[in-house]
């Protein structure tokens, strides 16, 4: 009986040892943008961030790393090696200035000083193909993004100091070749340059790659035929992603149910599981995670570029708001007093009723989530779309979202600052007047009232960023 029990314990161990082992997925994720001998560049970090969002929301481990030196991206690589032996897929994605010299790609760090060919060769930029090998060799997949190719900004200076010998430096990335079970995208064709994208924003590539690589039940090669065609549409068939691919098998970052994939073909490590919540909520909100406590505008407006409706839009411009300007002590003090339960106490459709709102209560709901960015028509009826929005005023507050709302966040969507004035929404044919009065569970000194409508604006937006906080 001992021994039936030793190798039941056995057989559970080594189960538990190879579900651990099961679909290990790591990333190396990189954006160099501040450059300190070479123009700079603003959207390599935002792509970073916004690519590392995506890919933890499917299950990776992510070395992530913006404007790293020379020495700090060998520290970021060295880790991802260790990770990524013997994982079931590993993710390299670069984004910043690359070269390409003597046939060979180089990736830069943002301290590359490069005056000769040989400054390439001893060690001042880094070799992808001996980075590949070296991190991710043994990877059962290896998918590598490279959004580096830009103009090369010491072309002139290693053709002027070669003048002995000729050297190819080119525009752009030299072709690549993969290995099996690797899939190697460029952000345009060898050669060719590609687009930054507008300041403060994704660049064309990375953007389409978010959009699609982590698409539910979206194999990867279809997931770039749509990348391609997405930058080739965005950029008016200016720029074209290249590829080249020796995968073995069908590769999903986001499978779908299994009912749809029990006959997937497999790859070298078997079909590739999706991490569980892959979702385009889940992506947005890994991406609010990322850049909701910076301090740079620019990773702020590339939130809002990416989710221009977007349930963290309020707290995106509050915090915007709050770098310009300080955080408001009128505003904290108003906040102050929001009762804990409320970021606590889940509110339905009974608990609504409980409050007894009438049609002018309902109407001065709408126009408070207006004038605090939540824009919805003024009528008095609370229709699906107005139960999306309270879900998203909800969520920006830290309240759970359930699109209802009880006595509690009622009270505190009184207390908020807005803007009175209704908008081009309000389907009244009344003439313009303050919002209705709050119910008699608000205080009268946090009514809307008159002044500057702007700040008001400001100031309520600070004020939910504020309330959403409290809990912590």
């Known amino acids: 009986m001992r021994t039936l029990t030793l190798l039941a314990s056995l057989m559970c161990m080594a189960l538990s040892v190879s579900a651990a082992k099961a679909d290990r997925r790591v990333a190396f994720v990189v954006g160099n943008g501040t450059y300190k001998n070479v123009a700079q560049l603003p959207n390599p970090p935002i792509d970073a961030k916004a690519m590392a969002a995506t890919l933890r929301n499917v299950g990776f481990d992510v070395i992530e790393g913006s404007n790293l ?4 991206m060998t520290e970021k690589l060295l880790d ?10 590993a993710v390299f994605y670069y984004a910043g200035h690359g070269i390409a010299v003597g046939g060979s790609n180089y990736l830069l760090p943002v301290d590359a000083d490069i005056k000769s060919e040989m400054d390439v060769k001893l060690g001042a930029a880094i070799n992808i193909d001996l980075t590949l090998e070296q991190t991710m060799g043994d990877a059962k997949v290896k998918l590598v993004f490279l959004d580096a190719c830009r103009d090369n900004p010491f072309a002139a200076k290693i053709k002027s100091n070669s003048a002995t010998r000729s050297v190819n430096v080119q525009s752009g990335l030299a072709e690549m070749k993969s290995g099996e079970g690797t899939l190697i995208a460029f ?55 290249w590829g080249h691919t020796n995968l073995i098998g069908a590769v999903y970052l986001n499978q779908a149910p299994t009912t749809q994939v029990a006959n997937a073909a ?43 409706n977007g349930q963290f839009k309020a707290l995106a411009l ?27 106490d889940d509110a339905s459709q009974l608990t609504e009723d409980q409050i007894g709102l009438d049609k002018g209560q309902r109407r001065d709901v709408q126009r408070r989530l207006t004038g605090l960015g939540f824009d919805i028509k003024v009528t008095g009826a609370f229709s699906d779309y107005t139960r999306t929005v309270l879900k998203r ?3 920006a507050r830290g309240y759970p979202s359930t699109g209802y709302l009880n006595k509690l966040q009622h009270k505190a969507l009184l207390s908020e600052i807005v803007a009175t004035t209704p908008t081009a929404s309000d389907e009244s044919a009344k003439p313009a007047r303050r919002a209705s009065a709050p119910a008699p569970s608000a205080p009268a000194q946090h009514r809307s009232g008159g002044g500057d409508p702007g700040a008001a604006f400001v100031g309520g937006v600070v004020g939910g960023m504020m309330g959403g906080m409290f809990r912590r």
């Open 69 to 72: 030196t020379r020495d700090q």
């Open 80 to 89: 991802f090696g260790r990770k990524a032996q013997g994982s079931d897929v």
């Open 187 to 241: 952000a345009t064709g060898p050669g060719q340059t590609a687009l930054d994208g507008q300041e403060g924003n994704n660049s064309p590539f990375t953007r389409a790659l978010i959009d699609n690589i982590t698409k539910p039940g979206i194999e990867i090669q279809q997931a770039m035929t749509s990348v391609r065609a997405q930058v080739n549409e965005e950029t008016h068939k200016g720029q074209l992603p």
């Open 266 to 308: 497999p790859t070298a490590a078997g079909v590739v599981p999706a991490a569980t919540g892959g979702n385009s909520d889940g992506v947005e909100l890994e991406y609010w995670r990322s850049v909701k406590e910076s301090n740079k505008p620019e990773e702020l407006n590339a939130y809002l570029s990416a989710y221009p």
């Open 318 to 344: 509050a915090r915007l708001a709050a770098i310009k300007s300080g955080p408001s002590t009128t505003t904290r003090n108003l906040n102050a007093g929001v009762d804990p339960a409320t970021f606590t």
């Open 393 to 395: 005023w909800q969520a």
